[in-house]
């Protein structure tokens, strides 16, 4: 599916400024919209949203938060629809790939997942996206198969995702073994040592690594040249200085773990509350971490699509 086909379709609402970029070739950069509705209190997650926008503005790309509102895929949301998702009474669902058709039948308010920001992104012609981190296989998951949609999507969508890596709640090993399996590549940005999200050195090596926008947007460029039809993970360490205790968060992460498996909570319901209750349990030295994580993915992110742009029109 192009631009074009995404235009011909009535169930795409692609926003004035991101239809002007895309059609021009200039750098968009899509934004996945659960950390507005799920992963942030109102209103500091209508002020995170639109700061995300601005930083990826600020850095010369266009940006593409993504939902499904009224019935419609939205490529792009205007200040009052970030608002109306932003808001506890809009009761907006999680939505990965398998709910996509479900809730836009329903006409309900969806807030995109990694997965399904992913696959209407790129079936849009963007072709990076900003992010925290991204799902993977969980803890005991080779017993449970609790792995996240976010891998498969990975594996069949042409698409770069910038993320602090996987988030460290997961078992990161074996999320690494299934993307290999997928076809998809995965790349430490400026580092050796794979990031898992709050810290920056998980204990395992990045698959490969590459050092700057430049070359991510050369591989990308690659990868889509070749109609791989699979993606690239950039995988950026978070900050050095916002970095979180690693010690302090895994002792957080396995305590929750222990509540999940107490309290029954299985599936997508699994991550938000560990995220929610990690924050608790560090006095909020995790959510002030994710959030310098977020902002700096979507400054590699921008410089990613100013560079890919660059790298298309040359190519035409």
Same mark, same amino acid.
């Given at each position: 599916m192009s631009l074009s086909d995404a235009l011909n379709n009535p169930l795409f609402a692609i926003a004035p400024p991101v239809l002007a970029a895309l059609q021009q070739g200039l750098p968009v950069v899509a934004l996945e919209s659960t950390l507005i509705s799920h992963g942030l209190p109102w209103p500091e997650n209508k002020s995170v949203g639109l700061e995300l926008e601005e930083i990826v503005k600020s850095a010369g790309a266009v940006p593409a938060t993504i939902a499904i509102m009224g019935g419609k895929i939205r490529i792009g949301l205007s200040a009052d629809e970030l608002e109306t998702l932003a808001k506890p009474e809009s009761e907006a669902s999680k939505v990965s790939r398998r709910d996509i058709a479900m809730i836009i039948a329903k006409k309900s308010i969806g807030a995109t997942t990694v997965a399904a920001t992913s696959l209407l992104a790129s079936k849009c012609g963007i072709h990076v996206f900003a992010t925290g981190g991204v799902g993977g296989v969980h803890r005991g998951g080779e017993l449970s198969m609790d792995v996240s949609a976010d891998l498969t999507e990975l594996g069949r969508t042409p698409i770069a995702v910038v993320s602090a890596g996987i988030k460290s709640i997961l078992d990161i090993g074996r999320t690494? &073994?299934?993307? &290999? $399996?997928? #076809?998809? $590549?995965?790349? #430490? +940005? #400026? $580092? &050796?040592?794979? *990031?898992? +999200?709050? $810290?920056?050195?998980?204990? +395992?090596? =990045? *698959?490969?690594?590459?050092?700057? =926008? &430049?070359?991510? =947007? =050369?591989?990308?460029?690659a990868n889509l040249s070749l109609d791989l039809n699979s993606g690239v993970l950039i995988s950026v360490p978070i900050p050095e200085e916002a970095a979180a205790d690693g010690g302090r968060v895994e002792i957080a992460v396995k305590q929750s773990l222990d509540e999940c498996e107490e309290q029954k909570i299985i599936g997508r319901d699994i991550t938000p509350y560990i995220l929610k209750r990690v924050a608790k349990l560090t006095d909020g030295h995790s959510l002030t971490a994710n959030l310098a994580l977020i902002r700096n993915n979507c400054r590699v992110a921008s410089a990613i699509a100013v560079e890919l742009s660059k790298l298309k029109l040359a190519s035409q």
């Amino acid at each position: 599916m192009s631009l074009s086909d995404a235009l011909n379709n009535p169930l795409f609402a692609i926003a004035p400024p991101v239809l002007a970029a895309l059609q021009q070739g200039l750098p968009v950069v899509a934004l996945e919209s659960t950390l507005i509705s799920h992963g942030l209190p109102w209103p500091e997650n209508k002020s995170v949203g639109l700061e995300l926008e601005e930083i990826v503005k600020s850095a010369g790309a266009v940006p593409a938060t993504i939902a499904i509102m009224g019935g419609k895929i939205r490529i792009g949301l205007s200040a009052d629809e970030l608002e109306t998702l932003a808001k506890p009474e809009s009761e907006a669902s999680k939505v990965s790939r398998r709910d996509i058709a479900m809730i836009i039948a329903k006409k309900s308010i969806g807030a995109t997942t990694v997965a399904a920001t992913s696959l209407l992104a790129s079936k849009c012609g963007i072709h990076v996206f900003a992010t925290g981190g991204v799902g993977g296989v969980h803890r005991g998951g080779e017993l449970s198969m609790d792995v996240s949609a976010d891998l498969t999507e990975l594996g069949r969508t042409p698409i770069a995702v910038v993320s602090a890596g996987i988030k460290s709640i997961l078992d990161i090993g074996r999320t690494l &073994e299934y993307l &290999e $399996t997928q #076809g998809v $590549t995965v790349v #430490g +940005f #400026g $580092t &050796e040592n794979y *990031p898992s +999200f709050f $810290t920056r050195d998980s204990g +395992f090596k =990045a *698959p490969c690594v590459l050092n700057s =926008a &430049e070359e991510c =947007a =050369a591989l990308l460029h690659a990868n889509l040249s070749l109609d791989l039809n699979s993606g690239v993970l950039i995988s950026v360490p978070i900050p050095e200085e916002a970095a979180a205790d690693g010690g302090r968060v895994e002792i957080a992460v396995k305590q929750s773990l222990d509540e999940c498996e107490e309290q029954k909570i299985i599936g997508r319901d699994i991550t938000p509350y560990i995220l929610k209750r990690v924050a608790k349990l560090t006095d909020g030295h995790s959510l002030t971490a994710n959030l310098a994580l977020i902002r700096n993915n979507c400054r590699v992110a921008s410089a990613i699509a100013v560079e890919l742009s660059k790298l298309k029109l040359a190519s035409q």
